[in-house]
């Protein structure tokens, strides 16, 4: 028999307080008219709604549905779920990973940035809410009531740190969870998303269904941005032949016997150089592994088009 008090923070203040990995395994979780408090669920839940918070810290491991702030103000938070959505809320500042275009509603002052988090427990914690580490939409916000000549949103400082936010806990108990926020070690890759590109160079990169697609993706991103190029956003989604045809164009015949076997990982790349250097990477490291990846830079913007557009539309966003 589930008790719910054991799922609600309500009425705390000045508190740090917290649920450790296990201790949610994906039921709801409520929080309501905290103050001054630091709270933490290091593991993932069905919906989490968080109700007239105010100067808060707070940590959200993966939420399998939304998360829905109502009411809050002054709040700071690392937040990992498919939906993300505020209402009535002043000054909250987020380190999102969302699945899909997260919205604001009645809300100013809202200040967004990428999720960037390790601790041991998170990769299988996505798995187990559904989300995918490569589809994160953190910065393409939908203002619902928008105001004429003010904007209600922004984005966080590039150089934003999590521990500057968001710091790690302090209590005993939950001082268990060994937790990184260096953005190198992130679950998440860290993306630009929608911030100004430095280059109009582009090139985009898709790895094929297989036992070590997120870990070649990942070696690919570590080769790329120690190289100097910038991620600017990752896709994990499903494709048909048709769709190859549109994204891969005269070398779809190649791929499209790779695509039954699971959805495909693209990454979008940016830099003086970014074709060249991600053709070279991935020549030299993964041989023998099929990757789709831009011909030359003149192609490589409409690659990244091609694929985006198809994804937007097969993610419904």
């Known amino acids: 028999q589930v008790d719910p008090k054991d799922y609600t923070f309500s009425g705390l203040k000045d508190e ?3 649920r450790l990995p296990g201790k949610v395994a994906g039921q709801q979780f409520i929080i309501q008219d905290c103050e001054n408090c630091s709270i933490y669920i290091f593991d993932h839940s069905a919906t989490i709604t968080i109700d007239d918070c105010v100067n808060c810290r707070i940590f959200l491991g993966p939420i399998k549905g939304s998360v829905f702030f109502r009411d809050c103000k002054d709040c700071k938070c690392v937040v990992a779920c498919q939906q993300f959505r505020t209402r009535d809320c002043r000054k909250l500042e987020v380190f999102l ?3 899909t275009q997260p919205i604001i509603e009645s809300s100013t002052g809202m200040k967004f940035g990428c999720f960037q988090y390790y601790y041991p427990e998170l990769a299988i914690q996505f798995k187990d809410a559904g989300l995918s580490i ?3 939409t953190w910065s393409n916000i939908h203002d619902f009531t928008p105001v004429s000549g003010e904007n209600n949103w922004g984005l966080l400082p590039e150089n934003a740190v999590v521990q500057d936010y968001v710091p790690l806990p302090s209590c005993e108990e939950l001082k268990a969870v060994r937790i990184s926020t260096d953005a190198m070690r992130s679950i998440i890759p860290v993306t630009r998303g929608q911030r100004q590109k430095s280059s109009d160079e ?3 990169a898709v790895f094929f269904a297989g036992d070590y697609t997120t870990a070649n993706a990942r070696k690919l991103i570590d080769e790329m941005t120690g190289k100097g190029f910038q991620l600017v956003q990752t896709k994990e989604v499903s494709m048909k032949a048709e769709d190859a045809h549109r994204v891969f164009q ?4 190649e791929f499209i016997p790779l695509l039954e076997k699971g959805p495909v990982v693209a ?3 940016s830099g003086d150089g970014a074709v060249e250097g991600c053709r070279s990477t991935i020549n030299d490291v993964f041989s023998g592994t099929k990757v789709f990846v831009s011909e030359s830079k003149a192609s490589a913007s409409q690659d990244v088009d091609n694929f985006y557009n198809f994804a937007d539309m097969q993610m419904g966003m």
């Open 250 to 253: 005269q070398c779809a015949s």
């Open 134 to 136: 490569f589809n994160n």
């Open 202 to 204: 582009s090139c985009l």
């Open 267 to 269: 990454l979008e790349f």
């Open 97 to 99: 990973c969302c699945a």
């Open 16 to 18: 740090t307080v917290g």
